[in-house]
């Protein structure tokens, strides 16, 4: 009789198992996983897996011999307790856009898909709607545009993108990720950017909540290779904007202009040619740059790690550059420094 348990991280060969049964299925390990569990037969062999990141669902497969047995209910089921002993009773999951119906039985609800590649979903049937609901609140009248950012941490390049689009706009809705996928915590980014732009009334700040996710922790194991992740979480990031941008009346959508990175510089090309289509024109900013340098929050981390803020000093906003020189960001800052690589993370 099959029965289901925990994976650990240490039982290499089950491990190895788990690795060769996502293969198989088409999937490769996703690099952000904190729990997994496998349905064994009698043999002890693999023959399904599930896993979770924080309160997602990733990497979930059923071997192509067992199909039709109820092993994914099995698995799904599994990791939803886990999840209910974490605490999480909303729970998110990404699927391949052909498998949608298996998770749709299971109790999950589309959120936004990518047609004909992925669809994003959660188990609560108004959670969205619900997210939606409590955007409209804040809309404002007139022309409103929005800005999405890590800001991690926040730094003057931050603060020239927020004025420009703040300056042309009546209203300027700022998402901030809210996920922790990085050194520096999420109250502490938000409290940067809260003073830092303290002094513009028309900027209305928002947690990114659940929906609008970061590249660190978007899941793509599913796909073909890293371009593809990223193009993919693109899109999904837009679908799941255009019913934001419908709820707060958004017309424009800004952001930095990038170079240097490919993942933000193949981001930019996709909402410049998605957005307009949205009825939501793309604006894009050029990288602030001082005493010949570009301003980045890379930069301020580097700095940071190698023990050289004041390097960077100049890229930070009075209240941000307070911050870290406090006894308050010691522990952020070791943090960082702890970090093998700090420019990227």
């Not at 062999?45 to 994914?72: D, P, Q, W, Y």
Request: charged letters at 30%; aromatic letters at 8%; one cysteine or more.
């Amino acid at each position: 009789m099959a029965s289901i348990g925990e994976i650990s991280p240490r039982d290499k060969r089950t491990q190895a198992q788990m690795d060769e049964l996502l293969r198989a299925e088409g999937i490769r390990r996703d690099k952000n996983l904190d729990y997994s569990c496998g349905v064994f037969d009698e043999d002890g062999a693999l023959i399904a897996a599930g896993s979770s990141f924080k309160n997602t669902l990733r990497c979930l497969a059923v071997s192509s011999a067992h199909r039709g047995e109820g092993l994914m209910n099995q698995v799904v089921s599994h990791l939803l307790e886990k999840q209910t002993e974490r605490g999480n009773s909303h729970v998110f999951l990404y699927t391949k856009a052909k498998n949608d119906r298996i998770f749709r039985d299971l109790g999950f609800y589309e959120i936004a898909r990518v047609e004909g590649e992925l669809v994003f979903m959660e188990n609560r049937r108004d959670g969205f709607a619900r997210y939606l609901k409590g955007l409209e609140k804040t809309r404002r009248e007139g022309k409103s545009a929005a800005v999405v950012m890590n800001a991690n941490p926040f730094t003057l390049g931050h603060r020239r993108l927020i004025e420009r689009a703040a300056a042309e706009n009546d209203a300027l809705h700022l998402f901030l990720l809210s996920e922790e996928a990085g050194p520096i915590p999420f109250a502490v980014r938000k409290r940067l950017v809260r003073e830092g732009i303290a002094d513009l009334s028309n900027v209305i700040l928002h947690d990114s909540g659940p929906y609008i996710i970061s590249s660190a922790t978007f899941p793509s194991y599913f796909l073909r290779d890293e371009d593809a992740a990223i193009l993919a979480h693109a899109k999904l990031d837009l679908a799941v904007f255009e019913k934001i941008a419908a709820a707060l009346g958004v017309t424009e959508r800004w952001a930095g202009e990038e170079k240097s990175s490919h993942v933000t510089a193949l981001y930019n090309e996709t909402m410049a040619a998605e957005l307009p289509g949205m009825g939501v024109a793309f604006r894009t900013v050029p990288r602030l740059e001082l005493r010949g340098e570009i301003v980045s929050a890379s930069s301020v981390r580097q700095a940071i790690h190698d023990g050289e803020l004041e390097k960077a000093a100049f890229m930070l906003p009075e209240s941000s550059l307070r911050y870290f020189e406090s006894a308050e960001a010691e522990p952020v800052v070791k943090a960082i420094r702890a970090m093998d690589e700090a420019r990227h993370y």
